[in-house]
């Protein structure tokens, strides 16, 4: 694979200290740069709990220039716009940006590991990459609803994709001023929120990056929020479910299914063909009983929302008219910060309440909130009477703004662009048959032959939204690197499962993660008619 030192490094000009300090000041369209100053090495460290694996992992960085910054709104009502770019005394000649997460607000340092990465694989910045990120044009504030900011048009807007463009440029031009060129190749990669950024920049941005992958992404953001909205009203009274019978569905869908490609490894292989096999109401409580040990109806009618499409009544960006629902497998995978199954993202540990309280499930915190701040602009709505209809020209708008779905890439393509997506199959935060619906849209839009050419889709059984319950740890990078700039297409990847163990990293098996079949296109919901597929290691 191509790395960090198959060409040679380019170093800061001259002094490497002067050159950092000098950045600092007034820049052009707006731009402010804040400080710059040289970074001394860190070493890895491990922290004993964060809301996802990678996220515990704060690898060992060289010596570099930290330069933050910030660009200045155009509305005096509007938060800046800040950033931080990092510039290795040694660069590879590329440059990677992050993306974000849930609705930013968090300043984006580029200092972490990236999605999907190995955790024993050298940073990106310790590559030589050029790294940088931004909290995409507002912050977030303890004891106020994540959305506040969407109050403001341009807060929004720099939030939907101007921050991302802007914060690009920038770092091109600090990039001119440090080391006397633009950088040969840059590379964008974002998980969830960040994936929808980073679908964003290939189809509003087409000639901005040479490879970008979108992993687990936010791609129908407005459905999303519906979607997740009407689970959370589902479960409001009786519908709620408890930890003991999300166990009991979950081992419910292992009985049915984990056999299916003959190994019992408590992974379900085929999800697709899962979700049309598992049927809840099995678990239905027989007359006079009740308890932990069987579901009730309302219980099953929460469970089957959840599954079902969410349609509109009226046709968002791009055609798209519904959101696909949820699958199966992973359900009572064990909840921490934004890690986990049903209790982290759709149910939490209480019913769900107006206003969301902390102990909600974070889709109806999301969604509840996207609700009021987003679609009706009304902080005191109360989310149950909402209808989009009512609100029809907000929400038509929202969607051109937010909404990733344009399958057309062509102008991407025609810039030697290579993207790659990447689905978790057990994922509750957001459907991955949103994602799978659009690369199938790609294809039908585009050609198979022609979306091969440039684009890929992989798919994780077993895995939740941020890496947890199976193995999903690749070198997204490396790969992109080889694909863009020697030609080499990725085919099947081997993929590791790790344990942390400060200071090191215990590998203890490999799977493959595997392409997503050619199957036919789907106009709404997944594939429910397609049959298994596996790619054995």
Known sequence: MATASSAPATPLQGDAAKTCSGLAGDAPDAVRIDSAAMQAPTPLSIAERAGSPAARVAPANPAFCKVLGHIEPIDPKAPPIKFEVNLPTDWNGRSLQYGGGGFNGVLITGLALPPAYPFNKPSPLARGFVTYGTDSGHEAKPGEPPQTFALNDEAFENFAHKAYKKVRDAAVALVVRAYGKKPDKMYFMGSSEGGREALTMAQRYPEDFDGILARVPVINWVGLQHAGTRSGLVTMGDGWINPAQIKLVADAVLKACDKADGIEDSIIENPVGCRATF?????????????????????????????????????????????????????????????????????????????PGQT???????????????????????????????????????????????????????????????????????????????????????????????????????????????????????????????????GDLEVVEQKIEAPAFATTRALPLCQWPAWPHYKSGPAEAASSFSCAP
């Not at 509109?312 to 910060?337: C, I, K, M, R």
């Not at 294809?443 to 889709?457: D, H, I, N, V, W």
């Open 360 to 490: 909600n499930g974070i889709a109806w915190i999301f969604g509840a909130g996207g609700t009021q701040y987003v679609f009706a602009r009304d902080p005191k709505l109360d989310v149950a009477k909402y209808k989009p209809e009512d609100h029809k020209q907000r929400v038509l708008e929202v969607s051109q703004l937010m909404d990733s779905t344009n399958p057309n890439l062509t102008a991407f393509n025609d810039h030697g662009g290579k993207l790659i997506i990447l689905e978790h199959m057990s994922d509750y935060a957001q459907s991955p048959f949103a994602g799978i619906r659009y690369f199938e849209n790609m294809q039908f839009s585009l050609g198979k032959e022609e979306t091969a050419a440039f684009a890929r889709l992989y798919t994780a059984p077993g895995v939740d939204h941020v890496g947890s319950g199976a193995p999903a740890n690749v070198d997204m990078l490396s790969v992109l690197v080889d694909w863009v700039e020697s030609g080499k297409a990725p």
């Open 279 to 355: 049927r809840p109401d099995t678990l239905r409580c027989a007359e006079g009983q009740h308890g932990d040990q069987c579901l009730t109806d309302a219980q099953i009618k929460a469970i089957d929302t959840l599954h079902a499409r969410y349609a509109f009544p009226f046709p968002l960006a791009n055609g798209v008219d519904d959101y696909p629902g949820w699958g199966v497998s992973g359900e009572n995978t064990p909840p921490f910060a934004s890690a986990g199954g049903w209790v982290s993202w759709w149910l939490g540990t209480t019913a769900p309440t107006q206003p």
